[in-house]
């Protein structure tokens, strides 16, 4: 969108009902944000009551962002538990109370109600198998299960024992899982026989069998019953959690652990090789998840809040379980998909559940536009209070459809913006502080302080209406410390190209009133339905296969997906490109990484646009592959111009 057109955006007010409800109005942000930035030590530590600790820090901050150096400490010698937060210390006042909503897959099963005292149960108890085990603090333990709840008991009880979870997506192949599981040096898979999605199913235990033939032969699986499906059984490898379950014991103690020792690892996709393990730590990703989620979402005790996505994302661990759980909240997780059986599914659940605060992503928005308001307005949504939206920037349509056909124009739609490595928001309108313009992240959360640099001087942008890369000057709790096992990684990643910032990859508009706009991404990272993927991972995948020589990916503008996956595929010599080719090569792909790593479009280039060094120019492909051949800029320092006009003339229909 141009500069003009953004000075014409409406700007949606708050409702007197809206403002007077919320924990934040506008007085109240103003006053907060300059006093979390004049003093963060004081700001944060006041926020840090918000836990219970064990030993209460005496240390807030304690943060070095110089380049060779860095590192990120907060509340470094309190102790804390993050599974007691979440559930021993809400036991008294309720226990009683529901804490997960499960909605399953198909309608017509039956929804579980799991009280706090049910989930403190069962995460004792699968504390207390993993330690039966052999897991002890420190080791991590991959986890690969459907939406169910044990994903949540599996997450707490490694945090419970103070072992590292990463949980891999149930969409990852077998070699994806492999990767994953060998790059943090995991004891323990733990999965289940089938995920059901979408009236199918995903058979988890053969993908994790597949994956075990690749790592170490001490790995064991834990594997929880869901469909009841058949699965192969290795003994002494293979343990049953269902049956272990009726005998292990109801309680297990919290370990104490360091606010700094790791929580989990999450891996991420980034511009350059395989995905890197996000590192985050005990205690301040936890302040930081359960303030999030109590002020962006406007959270009140009593409310019913879902977020729609998976756990196998960071936004699954931090707003459907950790941020949700630590406040006390009742939190819905769902097994199933926006579409299955039909488009309603979602209105439904929240009618269903009387959900209040609704959390989704613009992909799924924009399929369920294309589906009709028919679906939306037969379910009555009156219960929603505040929306969300999270993953990638909203286009203005769908954001009028969300604002007027689901919130009925008296929801405010919160549009967060935040990475698996930042743990949680980090720019967001206040449900009762701003005034919403669709598309806009609006304003930095407490404590945040956004730049925008010039990309090539690396200087700040100062004033308002400019545009430019977005680095965050300063640290906040819930940050991520390091990669796993690659502090130089992290270094390079996030600390190199602007010195003394942290660099997002995110372009950024700050617009004439101050106000926020991500632009996207300006490093070699695609985004997928919100799903974040490196173009590098699929370049890999798609040579790795006989028949390819050489491979180019770029995302491009998708109706739906927001991007789509464009592949230039130079093949062998001796290869003829055909149909058939080309579908063995989505499949690989599919086989490789997962199905969200699909590619949309395969074009067979003779020859891929490079300088005379050998580099491809990337920006070349991506014009193409958008579509737009005006302005491909200086071709003239390619090392063969005419490979340009070869990928225009046979530019693959979509
Ligand atoms: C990238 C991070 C954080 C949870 C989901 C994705 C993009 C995320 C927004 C938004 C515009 C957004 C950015 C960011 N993104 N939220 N509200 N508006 N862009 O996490 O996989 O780590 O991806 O998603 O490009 O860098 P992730």
Known sequence: MTAAAHAEVKAYPPSAETVARAHVNAAKYEEMYAASIADPAAFWGEQGKRLDWIKPYTQVKDVNYSFGNVSINWYADGTLNVAANCLDRHLKTRGDQTAIIWEPDEPTDEAQHITYAELHRRTCRMANILESMGVRKGDRVVIYLPMIPEAAYAMLACARIGAIHSIVFAGFSPDALAARVNGCDAKVIITADEAPRGGRKTPLKSNADAALLHCKDSVKCLVVKRTGGQTTWIDGRDYDYNEMALEADDYCAPAEMNAEDPLFILYTSGSTGQPKGVVHTTGGYLVYAAMTHEISFDYHDGDIYWCTADVGWVTGHSYIVYGPLANGATTLMFEGVPTYPDASRFWQVCEKHKVNQFYTAPTAIRALMGQGKEYVEKCDLSDLKVLGTVGEPINPEAWNWYNDVVGKGRCPIVDTWWQTETGGHLMTPLPGAHALKPGSAMKPFFGIQPVVLDPQSGVELNGNGVEGVLCIKDSWPGQMRTVWGDHERFEKTYFADYKGYYFTGDGCRRDEDGDYWITGRVDDVINVSGHRMGTAEVESALVAHAAVAEAAVVGYPHEI??????????????????????????????????????????????????????????????KIAENDFGSLGDTSTLADPSVVDDLIANRASK
Request: charged share 30%; glycine share 8%; hydrophobic share 30%.
């Open 561 to 622: 997906k927001g991007q789509g996956i464009y592949c230039y595929v130079t093949l062998m010599n001796d290869q003829e490109p055909t149909e058939e080719l080309r579908q063995e090569l989505r499949k690989w792909v599919r086989t490789e990484i997962g199905p969200i790593a699909s590619p949309d479009v395969i074009q067979w280039a003779p020859g891929l646009p490079k300088t005379r060094s050998g580099k491809i120019m990337r920006r070349i492909l991506r």
